[in-house]
């Protein structure tokens, strides 16, 4: 066997020497961006990238409000992370809770006219570092492709976000 031979081991092929690197390079870089951005976010707006992914889940939610089940799940975020996350967010005036009309076995958070005039304020700068760091580093075809290999990942994944 080369190095560039899949070895087999449970019945599934292992990566080659070149998909490893394409691995890594597609890993590193999106590490890359992603701190850029977190940076530029807190830098030019003081919210930390969870805190605008909140405020947007908020912003585009019927009534500015939502379940924090439904708020951990739309983001990604375990309920534990979430409950302690916007206990920050609360005590800066972004966010509040109120308990839940239907029952009171949860609550539903609220954003609060600071909150969204937060949101307000970084969403410009960091639409713009997307389009700066992101989409003006890539021509039409390798946006589109991007875009394909997005899909194509998620799809794999599975809505559980497994294999």
């Known amino acids: 066997m080369t190095e560039n031979t899949p070895q087999r081991r449970s019945g599934r092929q292992l990566p080659t020497t070149e998909q490893l690197r394409i691995w890594r390079d597609f890993i590193e870089t999106a590490d890359a961006l992603r701190s850029e951005l977190s940076s530029r976010l807190q830098t030019e707006s003081a919210l930390s990238p969870g805190d605008y992914a909140v405020l947007l889940a908020l912003s585009e939610a019927e009534g500015s409000r939502m379940r924090s089940s439904e708020l951990a799940a739309g983001i990604g975020w375990q309920r534990s992370r979430l409950s302690h996350h916007l206990g920050r967010m609360e005590r800066r005036g972004l966010i509040r809770r109120e308990e839940y009309a239907a029952d009171n076995r949860?609550?539903?958070?609220?954003?609060?006219?600071?909150?969204?005039?937060?949101?307000?304020?970084?969403?410009?700068?960091?639409?713009?570092?997307?389009?700066?760091?992101?989409?003006?580093?890539?021509?039409?075809?390798?946006?589109?492709?991007?875009?394909e290999v997005a899909v194509a990942l998620r799809a794999h994944l599975g809505p559980s976000g497994k294999v």
């Open 106 to 147: 949860g609550a539903e958070v609220v954003l609060t006219p600071t909150g969204a005039e937060a949101f307000r304020g970084a969403t410009y700068p960091h639409l713009r570092a997307i389009r700066e760091l992101f989409v003006d580093a890539l021509t039409p075809d390798q946006l589109a492709a991007a875009g």
